[in-house]
């Protein structure tokens, strides 16, 4: 599905202020705080970052520290949403409100950015106590160590925003879509969970879009009420630093939905 973006979506403020003689050494503190963060690659390759401490079996993962609160009120939760390379949290966070009653977490292989999501959620859960309990961040690769955080069918929605093309054809075997790692992603989602992916970049849309139709265990939702329906539609096409981007620039994203199922289609393969 297309979507063409507009000026006013939400995008955060970014009016520029007249800066006086005080203003500049805290404006200054600002920028040394924020900088590192700019200066990081913009991805990372998956196939080679292998320094990650990581649980050997989902029963050996102790999740308290991501969500002391909330699994304090909840003890008998577990994680049910995925947003696989999270990025700056933008789709993690809005995620928080719009499924309260779920534990979300934004998985993330760059350290840094791991970092900032990091201490993005501890200071809005102080600055709001009653919320953001249920959102949380951790270094891993999930191309590698999803089956070692979840059980099989534990998840009920795995979110894919703008993933790395990989433009050149050799390094397509690190793109985070393929048929090996949708047989994982199918593991890992309950029977009727859903898989969102989203990209502004065409060709990598149409490779995503194609392996998930050629694998038998999803099929795509394609009522529109069904779609219209769904929160998490609005919060991928505008929620996420790369969608607001794409915004800026009046850019065009594609987006699809696909549901696990339980029976395994048949696939009609034609040359």
């Excluded at 995503?208 to 069904?226: N, S």
């Excluded at 696990?260 to 048949?266: C, N, Q, S, Y």
């Amino acid at each position: 599905m297309e979507t063409e973006t507009s000026n006013n979506t939400n995008v955060e403020d970014t009016t520029s202020t007249t800066t006086t003689a005080t203003d500049k050494p805290q404006q200054q503190k600002r920028k040394k705080a924020i900088k590192p963060y700019h200066r990081i690659k913009a991805h990372s390759n998956p196939l080679s970052d292998n320094d990650f401490n990581y649980p050997v079996s989902p029963d050996k993962m102790d999740w308290s520290p991501h969500y002391p609160q909330f699994l304090k009120d909840h003890p008998e939760k577990r994680v049910e949403v995925a947003d696989v390379g999270c990025g700056y949290g933008g789709l993690t966070v809005s995620l928080s409100a719009a499924l309260p009653d779920q534990m979300i977490l934004g998985m993330e292989i760059r350290d840094k950015v791991v970092q900032y999501v990091d201490e993005r959620i501890v200071k809005l859960r102080e600055k709001e106590t009653d919320k953001y309990q249920n959102i949380s961040v951790l270094k891993t690769n999930a191309m590698k160590y999803l089956p070692n955080y979840f059980y099989k069918g534990q998840l009920q929605k795995i979110f894919f925003l703008f993933p790395d093309p990989h433009f050149k054809k050799a390094n397509h075997k690190r793109r985070i879509i393929s048929s090996t790692l949708l047989s994982e992603y199918a593991y890992v989602l309950a029977p009727g969970g859903l898989a969102y992916f989203i990209s502004d970049v065409e060709e990598l849309y149409l490779w995503m879009y194609k392996h998930f139709a050629a694998h038998p265990l999803f099929e795509q939702i394609e009522d529109q009420q069904i779609l219209l329906s769904d929160p998490c539609i609005p919060l991928i096409i505008n929620s996420s630093e790369e969608a607001r981007k794409v915004n800026r620039i009046d850019g065009k994203k594609w987006y699809a939905v696909f549901r696990r199922i339980t029976e395994p289609r048949i696939i009609n393969k034609t040359n």
